[in-house]
C-alpha cells in the first residue's frame, strides 16, 4: 500500500503546534545564527555523522548490516582494526552523531577511539541513516512504519552485535547504550539471552525500562498528539526546520530551551549553548509513532512489557489478553547504570527499581543535578563521566565474565559534579566550558568564540551563555 510522507508530517504538527505557534508569534528576521554563533559550529550543524569525522581529521567509515526482518541498517565507525570493538547505540529520535556532536573533546565516541578502541555507532530503524529496507520504501510504503523499540531489540541489535563481532573477528565487544538504546538492550538480552555471552559490559546511560515516575510535563500534550496520529507513521522526520526557527532570535532561542528542558529536565550548569546549534541540527532525526506509544503505555501499566494491542489482538499475538512482560532476570550480561538525578524522562526511582531486579548490575552510579542528556553532552563529561565509563568498561573486559569477578560499586553511588574554575585553562588542556550565573541573558553572546575555522573542541571553552529565566 502507498502511502504519503507528506501527509504523515501534517499529522505530527499535532504535537508540534504548540510550540510552532510560539515560534511563528515571535518570528523575525535576520541572521542571529550567523551573528552570534561560530562560523564551525553553524558548518557542524549541517554536517552529518561521517563529515563530522572527516572534518576533525578521524578515520570514518559506513557499513551495512540487514536484520531477520529485511531491514537495512547503517553503522558508523572510527576503525582501529585490531583493537577491541565497542557498539555505541543512541536513543530516541537520535542517531550516531550523538556520540561526536559536542567535537573531539567531549564526545564519547572521540574519547574510546582515543582509548585504543575500535568504535562502532549504531543506527536504528527509521532514523535518518537507516531508512532502507529490502522490500519496502520508508517515503511511500505505511508497511515499513510498523515497528515500536520491540523490533529493534529483537532484530536490530542483533544484527549489528553479529555484523561488528564477524567484520572484526571479536567473540565478545563492550556495549554503550543510551535512553532507548538501553531499552531495547533490555529487550534484546532478556528475548535471545543468547546475545548476553557476547557483551563484556552494557553500559547503560539514562536506562530506560520502568517509567512510572516519568516527569516530562509535555507528556500529557504529546500523548493526545500521538493517539491522533496512530501507530504507523514517522515522527519528526530529520530537518533543518528546527534549527532555523529556534535561533532566529534570542526569544525564540529562550522558547526552544524551556521546550527542551521540559522533556529532558532542566541542568543549566551542563549545558553548553555555544554548541546548542548543532544539537538542534542534528535532532530530531526520525522515529515511529509507535516507538513513543510504546513508552506511554509503560508509563501507564507500571510494567516493562511488550506493545499493548488491546485485548483481542493481543490474544491473537501472544494467546493473552495482556502483553507479556520482559524477564529482565534472563539479562545475565554484566550492566553498569548511570543515571541523573535530574532526568525527566529516566527517573531514579525507576532505575533503582531496575536496579533490583536485574541480576548482575556491577556498577550504580547516580550523577546529582543531571538531566537525561547530560550523560552524553554535560560540559564535564571527559573529566567527569568518561573516566568512570572506562574503568568499569576495562575492568570487566579484564575479567572475561568470570563468575568469580566482584561487582565494582553494585550499590548506589551519589556524585555531584564539581563545576569548573571559571578561570580559562591553558589551551588544549581543559575539555569542558565554562559555566554561567541564571541572570545572564542571552543577548550579548556574539563576542564569545567568532573566530572562523574554530574546531568545535575549541568553541566548546568558550560556552555561550544560557537564557535567563525571565
Known sequence: MLWSGTYAMQHASWILGPLWLALQCMRVAGSYLEDNFPASVIED??????????????????????????YVLTIHRIPRPGAQPVLLVHGLEDTSSTWILMGPHSGLGYFLYSQGYDVWMGN??????????????????????????????????????????AKTGFQKLSYFG???????????ASSRPEYNAKIHLMSALAPVAFIAHVKAPLLG????????????????????????????????????????????????????????????????????????????????????????????ENQKVYGRTTPPDYR??????????????????????DVQRLAKILPNVV????????????????????????PKLLEVMKYWESVGGRKNAEATTSFPVEEEVPQPITEPAPEGENDVGESYDDETEIEGINEKGQEDGKGQDQQQDEAVEPPSEE
Open 178 to 188: 543510551h535512553s532507548q538504546g538501553t531499552t531495547s538492550f533490555f529487550v534484546m
Open 221 to 312: 500534550l504529546a500523548r493526545v498528539g500521538i493517539n491522533i496520529l496512530g501507530e504507523s507513521f514517522e515522527l519528526f522526520p530529520h530537518s533543518d526546520i528546527y534549527l532555523k526557527q529556534c535561533v532566529q532570535s534570542a526569544g525564540m532561542l529562550k522558547t526552544c530551551l524551556r521546550f527542551y528542558w521540559q522533556i529532558i529536565g532542566k541542568n543549566r550548569e551542563e549545558l553548553n549553548m555555544t554548541m546548542f546549534p548543532v544539537v538542534l541540527g542534528h535532532l530530531p532525526s526520525g522515529c515511529n509513532v509507535k516507538q513513543a506509544m510504546h513508552y506511554m503505555q509503560l508509563q501507564r501499566s507500571d510494567r516493562f512489557c511488550q506493545y499493548d494491542y488491546e485485548a483481542k
Open 363 to 386: 556498577e550504580n552510579h547516580l550523577y546529582k543535578k543531571w538531566n537525561h542528556m547530560d550523560m552524553l553532552w554535560a560540559i564535564s563529561a571527559r573529566r567527569s563521566i568518561q
Open 45 to 70: 550543524a549541517h554536517l552529518s555523522t561521517l563529515q563530522l569525522l572527516e572534518k576533525y581529521k578521524y578515520p570514518a567509515e559506513a557499513h551495512q548490516v540487514t536484520t531477520e526482518d529485511k
Open 124 to 165: 536504528v530503524r527509521g532514523n535518518r541513516y537507516s531508512r532502507g529496507h529490502l522490500q519496502l520504501n520508508s517515503n511511500t510504503d505505511r508497511a515499513y512504519w510498523t515497528f515500536s523499540w520491540h523490533e529493534i531489540g529483537m532484530y536490530d541489535l542483533p544484527a549489528m552485535i553479529d555484523g561488528v563481532l
Open 328 to 349: 529482565l532476570e534472563r539479562v545475565t550480561a554484566p550492566v553498569a547504570l548511570y543515571y541523573g538525578s535530574n532526568d525527566y524522562l529516566s527517573a531514579v526511582e
